[in-house]
């Protein structure tokens, strides 16, 4: 992703250039704390990149992808909480660091210093990429919540499982997609096409990353192997062992995820069954299809001369062992 | 203020209109069920009863007098939790009734839904009235951390507990009169005085509401008598009365306000003080000055002819004895 460093450099510049020294400094401190802590930037990248491939002025789009940028840490502050979840990105996690109380607060208060991101923006466009933003920051929510159910849940299918990935991390991806394009004034089909592609791209990259947990290369990965399904959790690899399980199979399966465990048995026979039914091929199938998609709705876009920028943005996601 | 249950009736039918009905139920529901509690609804009635005070549609008030009143409840949600409330308006707190998480992302999503209910508006007045309510959002944010950390500190000047209450609640109180008249069309400078208003206003009533705590009835407050005092707040009361005590006094309340217990002699003693230095009648100096120089800027604004609604509202707030 050579071609992606530079927008990733205007970024990084542009988050240290708006470091936070408001006060209470009690709750600004763990803002800048996460925001310090890495990531792959992605989704501020691609409105970057959106609003520069669409020949738009790069500048104006710089306070909106630290919004976005700012929205998902919002998000990242109180899902670890929700998680307990004590490391983030190898670090301690906010809440860990400092308090419930602070990572409720802090989060709080960025999730509206996101909106406040947008003010550069002329009127119409401040409406139209508030209300995109809303959107997707709405279905994050809900996207969170089914999460948190499907643990609960005994069966989840394949269509509820789409539609939760899609919510909590497909929507926001579009949402910057299209962002870029309204501030470089892309046509409204443009703008919607552009969004489909961030919407199936997004999807493929879950399914990658639920993909990845199994059969990816766990040193390059940076987390534990198999991690999801030592939590239990239903990822697609799951949903789509079932689905092709014989009676013995699924019962085998849904004893493993009904077992709060660190045996490692459990890795061994579950992975077990997902070789026999060639869960991997089952699920790289479905990413892509879903690259596909997110590729054929690229080349209806009229407005962007070079796609290569995006194809390869889109084949490094895919593509990636890690 | 038989004049404003107009405004509640449209505003609480206009509440029960807009119940959630939305997927998943377990994100949605919480938020029907803190709304439905109860409160005051001043905040609405302030944005609707400006609105139609400076001439304005009313119809156009409705969506956003609903987006504060959320964004009030998305406030007590996640505050509930910070202060372990066990209770809110004498039923279980959202985060008791059902879980912390819940409370944390219910929350989240009716700030998120808040944004939405100003869709409604067009562009230039969107962006205007969107931008006000991010910065009192933020400015609440920023109360409710000065709050926390005056709990931690050992002194809290008037000047630091001015601001904090101006921020915690006068603000968007100032921000619901002023989101009242941009969407009534006020001129600048009448939008600009009646959010001065407000905010005076919005203080008077927290100062008020810190002297009922020790003088006021409390079978018509609905609250234990001096709760503040066990809980060693460092209410105005507190900070009025060190900065008028002699060195004995002065040790004696430090030594009370230190002290963690249900002991009625702390009360007496400390109400004991109180009385010697009359800290009653300098907490009403102070409400009598802001009452006065909210009635001063209101005395300014162009746009309203009958201004006698607005007096009363003030002189009802500021006057009751619960």
């Not at 004590?86 to 860990?96: F, Q």
């Not at 139209?128 to 299918?157: K, P, R, W």
């Not at 796609?307 to 890690?322: A, E, M, P, Q």
Request: glycine content about 6%; overall charge negative; aromatic content about 12%.
């Amino acid at each position: 992703m050579e071609n992606l460093n530079h927008y990733l450099d205007i970024f990084m510049n542009a988050l240290e250039q708006n470091e936070f020294h408001n006060e209470p400094q009690e709750l600004y401190e763990p803002i800048n704390y996460i925001l310090n802590i890495g990531g792959k930037r992605l989704r501020p990248i691609i409105a970057l990149m959106t609003c520069d491939l669409f020949g738009g002025d790069i500048e104006q789009a710089i306070n909106p992808s630290l919004a976005i940028e700012y929205f998902h840490n919002f998000t990242l502050m109180h899902d670890d909480i929700m998680d307990k979840a004590p490391l983030r990105r190898g670090k301690a996690s906010v809440h860990e660091k400092y308090s419930t109380d602070t990572a409720i607060l802090s989060g709080d208060a960025l999730l509206v210093k996101a909106y406040q991101y947008f003010e550069g923006l002329p009127a119409e466009k401040f409406k139209e990429v508030v209300s995109l933003f809303s959107y997707a920051a709405l279905t994050v929510c809900e996207g969170q919540q089914y999460d948190m159910n499907f643990e609960n849940q005994a069966e989840v299918t394949e269509d509820e499982y789409m539609k939760m990935i899609f919510y909590k991390t497909g929507s926001l991806t579009a949402a910057a997609f299209k962002i870029g394009a309204i501030i470089a004034n892309a046509s409204e089909e443009d703008a919607n096409y552009i969004y489909s592609f961030g919407k199936h791209l997004g999807i493929a990259f879950q399914l990658k990353d639920d993909l990845l947990d199994v059969y990816g290369d766990t040193e390059k990965v940076g987390k534990m192997h198999a991690g999801d399904i030592f939590e239990n959790k239903k990822t697609i690899l799951y949903i789509k062992a079932l689905e092709n399980a014989n009676e013995e199979q699924a019962k085998e399966l849904r004893f493993w995820y009904n077992m709060n465990t660190q045996n490692i048995d459990k890795v061994y026979s579950v992975e077990n069954i997902f070789r026999h039914l060639r869960v991997d091929h089952l699920v790289e199938d479905e990413i892509i299809k879903h690259t596909k998609l997110a590729k054929d709705f690229l080349g209806k876009i009229q407005g962007i001369k070079n796609k290569k920028v995006l194809t390869d943005f889109c084949d490094d996601l895919i593509g990636r062992s890690y």
